[in-house]
């Protein structure tokens, strides 16, 4: 079985890093007019997910509050990042992709479209850690859908 | 007597198989070649139900079911063998008590102690049975170092205290608890006394008469044991007066479609086909930890704790929680890493061949009690070695590195 540690020595590269100590999208967006808040009961990540989308479907701004582990906080930082200025089904697309990438079933065009969250790709290696990666998204959709 | 670390991890076939650094303890050890060799042969060579069949094999599958009752009994010094059941677990043997004690013990309006240090398998069985019974259940708080307050404690008691039950040793502090004036003070209430030691038997020396516990509960498998086997030990005046927890097979005297007389101790609480493979294990377990002595055991551990607390104090980014004298720990170290959440301080340990735990260890309420989420936790057993846990301490000290921080 692959593992891990087989494929790099340390999942957090740089990418992840920066984002968890330094976010971009880590703010209160008080006049927020979409609040959903996603928990992971097992390890604790609580994240609050704060969007604005205007009457075309577009969302506008994006924020988060909360905290957890690297992988939930940056993943949830880079998201946003994707998201902001994208119309509802882009963003809905965007985040069935990044499930597809994480069982490695995507194109190198589609891996494109992900940017920064292919920093994501190796929870795989990591089963335990993939409802980290994935609790912004999580909480995305419900949003949205 | 120092301990031959060699020797000893050479009866491990576990550390033959993998070069994993092995400091989750405290969720289960590792199992020695005479348990795995204990269990392998009873069922290769002596597997019948026991109690029931009138030949030879069955009866010799209750000889060795008993044997192991007795081992267990010598082990912490109970008066007698019928003093022992057998369960899967600790926790399965606080729900017992639970259900049977509380049964007999616990009425509308009484109150139940715990500490709030508790693991939940002490903690959500008599929240069960306080709903239950319309009692309450009342936490006793603990110190920055996990040891109680004796003045707090009695503070609590009173007239309509039914059940104090407190754990032996924390599972996240590791300290050991002060029992016997708690017990004292129990007793003159005309209160019972549970002691949990799913953490303290394995790594201490355990007398139940000397303790004056009325119950103790402690799991097989975090004492070199098989899983699905566990022990509890109640003094046999109260355990006659309880009703059986589950009711089926090998548990009665006779049956008829009207009434039911129910076995002596211990089969009263035994029921259905025992797990004798795993009993036999857990006598294998004891025989091994009496060959290397507790005391030696226990010896060797402290060595290792105050290693570990030593290489870890050299760390300024770990917050040891607890005691800062490494002789409260007992192998455990349950610690923060400044500015790394608990998960990703495991999960970059696991890619560095490193098992430790991250989360609240079972200890929610005491989590919150400390105002921390979670944390990660080393707990360290006899055949640990030194080199191991300066592995570990060596990759702690790079963590805050990989996760990026500057310093």
Known sequence: MDTLNSVSRTFYNEILTEHNIHPFNKRDLTDAGFIKRGVNPSCGDDITLKINIDENGIITDGAYIGDGCAISQASCDIMLDLVIGKNKEEALRLKEIFLRMIKDEISDEEEEMLEEAVAFADIRYMPARVKCAVLGWRTLEEILK | MDIDKFK?????????????????????????????????????????????????????????????????????????????????????????????????????????????AEHHSNMLPFRMLAKRKGAKVIYLECNKDGSFDIEKFKGLLNEKTRIVSITGMSNVYGNITEVSSIVKLTHEKDAIFILDGAQSVPHSITDVQALDVDFLAFSGHKMLGPMGIGVLYGKKEILERMPPFLQGGEMIEYVTKDEVSYAPLPNKFEAGTVNVG???????????????????????????????????????????????????HN?????????????????????????????????????????????????????????????????????????????
Not at chain 2, 80 to 104: C, D, H, M, Q, V
């Open chain 2, 8 to 116: 000893i991890r050479a009866d491990f076939p576990f550390f033959e198989k993998s070069d994993l650094i092995y400091v989750d303890n405290a969720a289960t050890s590792q199992k020695p070649r005479q348990v795995i060799e204990a269990v392998s042969d009873y069922y290769i060579e002596h597997n019948a139900n026991p109690y029931r069949g009138l030949y030879d094999l069955s009866e010799d599958a209750t000889g060795r079911y008993e044997h192991a009752r007795k081992r267990v009994a010598e082990f912490i010094n109970a008066r007698e063998p019928s003093e022992i059941i057998f369960t899967r677990n600790a926790t399965e043997s606080l729900n017992l008590l639970a259900y049977s004690l509380g049964e007999i013990c616990v009425n509308e309006g009484d109150e139940i102690i715990v500490s709030i």
């Open chain 2, 278 to 328: 795993g009993a036999i294990g857990l006598a294998a377990a004891i025989d091994y930890i009496d060959g290397i002595g507790m005391n030696n055991i226990v010896k060797a551990e402290e060595e290792l704790t105050r290693f570990a607390m030593d290489e870890i104090n050299k760390n300024p980014y770990v917050e040891v929680i607890g005691s800062d004298d490494y002789r409260m």
């Open chain 2, 331 to 407: 192998g455990i170290i349950t610690f923060r890493i400044k500015d790394v959440h608990p998960h990703d301080v495991s999960s970059i340990c696991a890619s560095l061949n490193i098992a430790i735990r991250a989360g609240h260890h079972c200890a929610g309420p005491l989590h919150d009690y400390i105002g921390i989420s979670s944390t990660n936790r080393i707990s360290l057993m006899f055949y640990n070695t030194e080199d191991e846990v300066k592995r570990v301490t060596d990759a702690l000290t790079k963590i805050r590195k990989l996760m990026g921080f500057k310093e």
